[in-house]
T-cell receptor, first 115, second 112 residues
């Protein structure tokens, strides 16, 4: 069965600090990978996705993630965080080219950015 | 383009009751997935509907059931509610063959 592990439960940073949130998945086949963000009081929004091609993907709001197949990882990065990045971040995976595929989510990482 | 909408926003029920949650998919999307997000957890897949039929199911008991209508909107029904069913229920829509899902704001269910 597929699973997703997010290593950091709660990360606290000051504005302008760099961010890296870890994500590892377990699945033997070809996957699609996603990072979603949930701002306080708002619904889940897609930050970025990887389907194929360049393993370094860029998303909205200056976020990027790198897919490392050999490590089954898809870590999220941002060079300089802002107070407005305070949110819950979820890594998710689903199996490519299968009908009825669910998104399997990690437990999430809460990011708190102080100004 | 209208996004995914869900109703109601909040709901309070007591143990043993039944509840129906509703979801309207994003314009043009024909696939709807439902997720349960307990407090402090990531969303967990309940099931997915495509062409009005269940097209995949997670590890949830049969008292969780659903429907999809010809206009692609969907309902989630939960019978015999338990305290542990208290959660945020998320609906996501997508286009068949495209794995990107778009989420609605969710329905917060509290079971007392």
């Amino acid at each position: 069965a597929q699973s997703v592990s997010q290593h950091n439960h709660h990360v606290i940073l000051s504005e302008a600090a760099s961010l890296e949130l870890g994500c590892n998945y377990s699945y033997g086949g070809t996957v699609n990978l996603f990072w979603y963000v949930q701002y306080p009081g708002q619904h889940l929004q897609l930050l970025l996705k990887y389907f194929s091609g360049d393993p370094l993907v860029k998303g909205i709001k200056g976020f990027e993630a790198e897919f490392i197949k050999s490590k089954f990882s898809f870590n999220l990065r941002k060079p300089s965080v802002q107070w407005s990045d305070t949110a819950e971040y979820f890594c998710a995976v689903n199996a490519r080219n299968q009908a009825g595929t669910a998104l399997i989510f990690g437990k999430g990482t809460t990011l708190s950015v102080s100004s | 383009e209208t996004g995914v909408t869900q109703s109601p926003t909040h709901l309070i029920k007591t143990r043993g009751q039944q509840v129906t949650l509703r979801c309207s998919s994003q314009s043009g999307h024909n696939t709807v997935s439902w997720y349960q997000q307990a407090l402090g957890q990531g969303p967990q897949f309940i099931f997915q509907y495509y062409r009005e039929e269940e097209n995949g199911r997670g590890n949830f008991p049969p008292r969780f059931s659903g429907l999809q209508f010809p206009n692609y909107s969907s309902e989630l029904n939960v019978n015999a509610l338990e305290l542990d069913d208290s959660a945020l229920y998320l609906c996501a829509s997508s286009l068949a063959g495209n794995n990107e899902q778009f989420f609605g704001p969710g329905t917060r269910l509290t079971v007392l």
